[in-house]
């Protein structure tokens, strides 16, 4: 991902923060030269100092017989929205995009246990769906079975992160707060979250 320095990102602490807030990530592969894609939801955690993530596809989907010694690139979107020139006090100027982005590099292992794929499962539950947890303890195995069986469960062990954050760094001040201050006027959650965003990165 092309980063100017200026915009690059480098507290780990905050970027795990954003993959795990951004948790429906696009998973990318591109053995033998053809690429895929995948829209996956996903949970991050750290196994020492390497983050790890977990995921989960359906079998009849051909992308994962693409896992092999190569890397595949997670990318996570953070808050985004459109810059208008009418912020700015510096004029002529030009609309851009500000966002927050992560892509993330590693290397992937398939989990065929039962147990384990299970167990997998009943985390992203535990994440997203806690009030169902209990249902999900109780469903039937045959039933939990079949559907273990047509997905397949594996992990991405990140070997290097790039991080961009694109929040007018190369704007002074005064047009910061400009930007912030438009954002911070939209009624869309996106806009404030990015406004919030670039508040912990004035300087």
């Keep these: 991902m092309y980063t100017p320095p200026y915009n690059r990102a480098e507290d780990h602490a905050e970027i795990l923060d954003m993959m795990r807030a951004h948790n429906f990530c696009l998973l990318v592969t591109g053995a033998g ?11 991050v955690h750290e196994r020492g100092d390497r983050p790890i993530i977990e995921l989960h596809m359906a079998k009849a989907n051909p992308q994962w017989q693409q896992f092999f010694d190569d890397d595949v690139l997670v990318v996570f979107s953070g808050p985004h929205a459109y810059v208008s020139p009418r912020w700015y ?7 851009t995009w500000n966002y927050a982005a992560v892509h993330a590099y590693g290397q992937v292992t398939i989990f065929d246990d039962p147990s384990t794929k299970h167990a997998a499962q009943r985390r992203l539950v535990a994440a997203h769906d806690p009030e169902w947890l209990a249902q999900f303890d109780a ?12 997905i397949v469960v ?10 961009r954050w694109k929040l007018s760094q190369n704007r002074g001040r005064e047009e ?28």
């Design 33 to 43: 030269g053809e690429l895929h894609g995948t829209h996956l939801p996903c949970l």
């Design 89 to 95: 006090a510096r004029q002529p100027s030009v609309p």
């Design 139 to 150: 469903l039937a195995q045959d039933y939990v079975g079949s559907m273990l069986h047509n």
């Design 154 to 163: 594996f992990e991405v062990a990140v070997t290097r992160i790039d991080a």
């Design 176 to 203: 910061q707060d400009l930007v912030i201050e438009n954002l911070e006027r939209s009624g869309a959650a996106g806009d404030q979250a990015l406004a919030a965003l670039m508040r912990r990165h004035l300087v």
